[in-house]
């Protein structure tokens, strides 16, 4: 979602201000969003996505924009790209697709080079959740693809913690909320940093 970018990158930025030079992987890039501002950013970017027409279309817009954005087809249980190969990855709405989380933290922890830090966001779930994110977003007001979401593979920021260490990633201490914090003229929620994790949430781990 292109109005998350802004609000996640904040959070980001807080963990690790300086992009330049730095080599990483957007997993589930989709359109490049995210992508192309990493790369505005002066970071060396690979984005990865399972939806060839998406990686098509992420690929014209960069290359009109005058960005280098290495885009390639692939899933999150198996990235195309070496071992230890990247400094940084950010996995953005990604986990709470997937049939099984554990294989894909662990493509992304053996990427990732000793150090380097993994970037994530994902849906958490709870009562509330599920009536913004399902009911409201998809449903009612057809902001999103109906079907987009199942709120059973919602993840709860405990479950989160044990998949991280589970894969040797050290998360950190606490993880941050986002949510609407507002609506746009367009009548789409604006996206923000939220006070609670009960809708959607942000965090990040170390490489060890």
Do not use: Q
């Not at 954005?69 to 990235?79: F, L, N, T």
């Amino acid at each position: 979602m292109a109005g998350l970018v802004r609000p996640r990158l904040a959070c980001m930025d807080r963990v690790a201000p300086v992009w330049g030079g730095v080599s990483v992987l957007d997993l589930g890039c989709g359109g490049g969003f995210l992508s192309e501002e990493l790369a505005r950013r002066g970071a060396r970017v690979t984005g990865v996505d399972p939806c060839s027409p998406l990686i098509d279309t992420a690929r014209r817009h960069s290359e009109a924009s005058g960005l280098e954005i290495d885009y390639r087809v692939g899933s999150g249980e198996a990235i195309p790209i070496g071992d230890a190969s990247v400094d940084r990855v950010v996995c953005m709405d990604v986990l709470e697709h997937v049939e099984d989380p554990d294989p894909v933290l662990h493509e992304c922890r053996r990427v990732l080079r000793s150090g380097g830090l993994f970037f994530f966001s994902t849906v958490n779930r709870t009562r509330l959740s599920r009536l913004l994110v399902v009911t409201l977003a998809e449903g009612a007001l057809g902001m999103i693809c109906r079907g987009t979401h199942d709120p059973a593979k919602f993840i709860r920021p405990e479950e989160m913690r044990a998949l991280l260490e589970r894969n040797r990633l050290a998360p950190a201490a606490a993880f941050k909320g986002l949510g609407p914090v507002g609506i746009d003229r367009h009548l789409d929620f604006v996206m923000g940093a939220f006070p609670v994790a009960s809708i959607m949430y942000v965090g990040h781990a170390a490489c060890r």
